[in-house]
């Protein structure tokens, strides 16, 4: 089996062919990247030019919706890196450079924050319009039932290690039916493609394009079909970032400007609903990335997760949800896990 199954030798041959067969096997590689899945990236060198080599191992990581949806987005305007070459059954795809500049660095050297993310808001109004329907049959359907298997990560995996035993059965039952009481209420606002990890740290600054082609877009592989709230929400309630409350009002208020048809209460109500799905699953796989696979710094972001959720728990369609951690999870229980 190709991957993590492949010993190491093997795969560095294969990837080394790949290369070569590219016209790259001459560079030098670099680490760039990693992230919290298996996935890592190279940048490439040669001859004053510059690649980004992908490295996605089989069985655990899956290269081709990214080319799928990256190819899609490209050709819809939308700067995704360009495929240069593939190998889709080791998992090894050379793509385009589009540099290390991202929203995140550039935030942190004094970048107009307002300006980043109106580029970004326009960008996610631009694709919801834009996106053949035939390509959203094509997509997985971000469903009720994956997000009520998400949020149990909060009790599968925060839950004991913050309280030391297993949520119990009668937690659960009631965690669960107040879930299944209100995310269908997110089938009131229309749907689209939701990139699904649409933050600062998966957007790149490209000066040199012009209008929502200056966005570069990063990490798209799991796309979905989700209410069109779906990655504004990734955007503006991101953990790893304080975005002011105010920012956040005014790119919502963008959007909606740009779609007057959207009903405004359907999609706010939407919008906290996803937003407290999407940091009830943040809680359980920054415990997950703790307690099972020893990445103890996600929960420097702890303390950010907690005020998001109490931020959309505010929301009145949340009341069931917010009676459960009222009851059962209160802000005094709510913490970062201790990493020693």
């Not at 450079?97 to 970004?120: F, K, M, S, V």
């Not at 493609?193 to 592989?221: E, P, S, T």
């Not at 990655?231 to 975005?243: A, F, G, N, P």
Request: aromatic share 10%; proline share 7%.
């Amino acid at each position: 089996m190709i991957g993590a199954t492949m010993e190491a030798g093997a795969r560095s041959a294969r990837r080394d062919a790949f290369l070569a067969e590219a016209g790259w096997g001459r560079a030098d590689l670099r680490l760039l990247a990693g992230d919290a899945s298996f996935r890592h990236y190279d940048r490439l060198t040669m001859d004053g030019r510059t690649a980004v080599l992908m490295d996605a191992p089989p069985p655990m990581e899956n290269v081709r919706p990214f080319v799928r949806i990256g190819r899609l987005l490209k050709g819809l305007g939308f700067s995704a890196p360009e495929i240069y070459a593939e190998d889709p059954e080791a998992g090894f795809l050379l793509l385009e450079d589009l540099g290390d500049q991202t929203y995140t660095r550039e935030l942190d050297a004094g970048g107009n924050a307002e300006q980043l993310y109106a580029l970004a808001t326009d960008t996610l109004i631009a694709l919801h319009k834009s996106v053949p329907p035939a390509e959203l049959d094509l997509l997985p359907v971000f469903e009720d039932a994956r997000a009520l298997r998400e949020v149990q990560l909060l009790l599968d995996w925060y839950w004991p290690a913050h309280f030391g035993s297993p949520a119990p059965d009668d937690v659960r039952h009631e965690f669960v039916a107040a879930w299944q009481q209100i995310l269908p209420l997110r089938e009131a606002a229309p749907k689209s493609m939701a990139l699904f990890d649409f933050h600062v740290d998966n957007l790149l600054v490209l000066k040199d394009r012009q209008g929502i082609a200056a966005c570069g877009l990063l990490d798209f592989q799991d796309a979905v079909l989700a209410p069109v709230t779906f990655d504004l929400v990734s955007l503006l309630e991101d953990v790893r970032r304080h975005v002011p409350w105010d920012l956040m009002d005014r790119m919502i208020a963008r959007y909606l400007a740009a779609n007057p048809g959207i009903d405004r209460d359907a999609y706010m109500a939407a919008y906290a609903i996803i937003g407290a799905q999407r940091n009830t699953r943040i809680a359980g796989t920054f415990a997950r990335l703790l307690k099972r696979d020893g990445k103890p710094w996600y929960q420097r972001f702890m303390p950010r997760v907690w005020e998001l959720i109490a931020h959309d728990l505010q929301h009145p369609a949340l009341a069931p949800v917010a009676s459960w951690y009222a009851r059962h999870l209160p802000v005094s229980e709510r913490a970062s896990l201790p990493t020693q």
